[in-house]
């Protein structure tokens, strides 16, 4: 930080481990390095593990008011997507921190709960997808529909589609500027881990759709799909195989 100081949030990898405090594969944790590819994945995942940063105190208490007290879950989200509006941001490749996931976690018990959280949530999501994708390309509407999947929503066939389209929509526009190869990796990497976790999440309700979001997962990093089949699918993979 004393060598980068147009830097105002810094964050690190984390380890992923159960309530056993057993290491658990999770690409999701996985967060991008880059600035540029930062912002990208603000767009669609947390890009940052909390435990992990560190901040400009005089940034984010002196300028922008420190954590909005008003939200009763996601202050860190809101506060990351005020902070990478105006100020540099970056993560470490090296993992620092340990992450327990739990039944008893804030974000397991907390996430988006009340139709008001729900809502706040969603207009984090969308001003921060607004800063790399414009709404021709992924409309408004189509924000409720991804946070919908953290809260536990009961998809159609056809919103689950149309989920899967707006993450599609936002790789293609991603793709048609050629950038860092750095970048490049990371975001396709968010997107794969994305993919994934659609697959799991439908892979009851809708079989083929899910299916049609491992082939997505594939297509955009094969390396985390081949690390995840267990974990996500067990016996059952092979169902969902994009045959």
């Known amino acids: 930080m004393d060598l980068h100081p147009t830097v105002a949030l810094l964050g690190t990898q984390a380890q992923v481990i159960d309530a056993d405090g057993v290491p658990i594969a999770y690409p999701e944790h996985r967060k991008a390095t880059q600035a540029e590819s930062i912002l990208w994945q603000m767009a669609v995942d947390s890009a940052f593990v909390h435990t992990s940063v560190i901040f400009r105190r005089d940034v984010v208490l002196g300028r922008l008011g420190g954590y909005d007290e008003?939200?009763?879950?996601?202050?860190?989200?809101?506060?990351?997507?005020r902070l990478a509006g105006k100020y540099g941001v970056r993560n470490l490749p090296d993992t620092l921190v340990r992450s327990r996931v739990h039944a008893g976690s804030i974000s397991v018990r907390k996430?988006?709960?009340?139709?008001?959280?729900?809502?706040r949530g969603e207009s984090i999501y969308l001003r921060t997808l607004r800063r790399v994708v414009p709404s021709e390309i992924v409309p408004d509407d189509w924000v409720p529909l991804y946070v919908g999947v953290y809260v536990g929503r009961i998809f159609s066939a056809v919103e689950t589609d149309t989920l899967f389209q707006?993450?599609?929509?936002?790789?293609?526009?991603?793709?048609s500027v050629e950038r860092n190869p750095v970048v490049t990796n990371e975001f396709r990497c968010v997107l794969s881990a994305k993919f994934m976790l659609l697959a799991a999440h439908f892979r009851s309700s809708h079989p083929l759709l899910a299916a049609r979001a491992f082939s997505n997962a594939v297509h955009y990093e094969r390396g985390i799909v081949s690390s995840?089949?267990?974990?996500?699918?067990?016996?059952?993979?092979?169902r969902l195989s994009p045959a």
């Open 70 to 81: 008003t939200y009763t879950n996601g202050q860190d989200a809101d506060l990351w997507s």
């Open 166 to 175: 707006g993450l599609r929509s936002i790789g293609r526009y991603f793709s």
């Open 111 to 119: 996430r988006f709960v009340t139709p008001d959280a729900i809502r």
């Open 228 to 238: 995840q089949l267990r974990r996500h699918f067990g016996r059952g993979r092979r």
